[in-house]
């Protein structure tokens, strides 16, 4: 069934919420101890730690994001640092990372967005990826050099890190590729064309050879686990990015792609989150169950922010 553009934005920005809601309870969670929870309990949500239908940062930091560009009607990092700020200090940080706290802090004592975000190896988490579909949304038709300075505009508030900034492009490239595929695109194509538009952009470090090798494991019909377990699960964005390109690619559904991401244990709300924004943009709103859209929190805000971003995008396009 053909699925609209504008079901697909929907779909992003619900599918990535709800993957977020339904991995939390699970976060540090071994693959092991995962392995002994029945597959038809991670297909709903449970209180965990914040409630039931409840989601993170993840998902706050995108709403921030999505709320910075309806603003300012383009990618203006001053606007989006001072929502990230206001944030920060409402205290609703709902497991906030160490990287993304850390350059918040920074910000709210600067304002200045170009000096606050933390750099060096530790800071290559994966806090700009899980936040950056409104981005991939508003540039879904824009030239690939726009995405990657509007990713990276974001990114650098809190990730000075060029793996950060790459993974955070990566899932835009995701995003966009399913955003334009239709009925007769094979799942797996997401691979080529992600790794074609990071090679655009000269990009070449364990971001590209990670997902590279989540290809392989994808053709090699590599058992969903296994795969999960040699690609990792941890918050470091070149594992969380490759793992959910995996699941999407390796799942025939929304929730079975988001349930083999919690499957895997670890950040499983994040790897999660971004899977289910992936997916989301794949298979539109409509193809994420009823019961989940209408019970994760906020939904009607999260469609109605996805909405302005279509038409803001659609506009950009026809201009």
Not at 61 to 77: G, H, N, T, Y
Not at 227 to 238: E, K, N, Q
Not at 244 to 268: E, Q
Request: proline content about 2%; charged content about 25%.
């Amino acid at each position: 069934m053909k699925v609209s553009l504008r079901d697909k934005f929907a779909g992003t920005l619900l599918g990535l919420a709800i993957g977020d809601a339904l991995g939390q309870p699970y976060e540090g969670v071994s693959s092991e101890e995962m392995k002994k929870i029945p597959e038809e309990e991670l297909k709903i949500f449970h209180a965990g730690w914040l409630g039931e239908g409840k989601y993170t940062d993840d998902t706050l930091m995108a709403i921030c994001l999505a709320e910075a560009i309806i603003s300012a009607k383009r990618v203006d990092p001053e606007v989006i640092a001072e929502l990230y700020g206001e944030w920060f200090l409402s205290g609703d940080l709902r497991g906030i990372g160490m990287t993304v706290s850390k350059a918040l802090s920074k910000y709210v004592k600067t304002r200045d967005w170009r000096t606050c975000g933390v750099s060096g190896k530790w800071a290559a988490g994966n806090g700009a990826a899980m936040r950056v579909a409104p981005i991939a949304l508003f540039d879904f038709n824009m030239p690939i050099e726009v995405l990657y300075r509007d990713v990276e505009k974001d990114a650098v508030i809190t990730h000075r890190n060029e793996e950060a900034i790459n993974g955070a492009f990566a899932v835009a490239l995701a995003i966009r590729w399913c955003l334009h595929a239709n009925e007769e695109s094979r799942r797996r194509d997401i691979f080529d064309f992600v790794l074609k538009g990071l090679s655009a952009m000269n990009i070449e470090n364990l971001v590209v050879e990670k997902i590279e090798f989540a290809s392989k494991l994808l053709s090699n019909e590599t058992d969903p686990l296994e795969a999960l377990d040699v690609l990792g699960t941890s918050g470091y964005v070149v594992e969380t990015v490759s793992s959910a390109l995996f699941c999407f690619a390796r799942a025939s559904t929304y929730i079975d792609s988001v349930v083999m991401a919690i499957k895997g244990g670890g950040d499983t709300d994040t790897i999660a989150a971004i899977t289910g924004a992936i997916s989301g943009a794949y298979y539109g709103a409509n193809g994420i169950p009823k019961e989940l859209r209408e019970r994760v929190e906020k939904s009607s805000y999260l469609e109605e922010l996805a909405v302005k971003i279509y038409e803001l995008a659609v506009s950009r396009r026809s201009a």
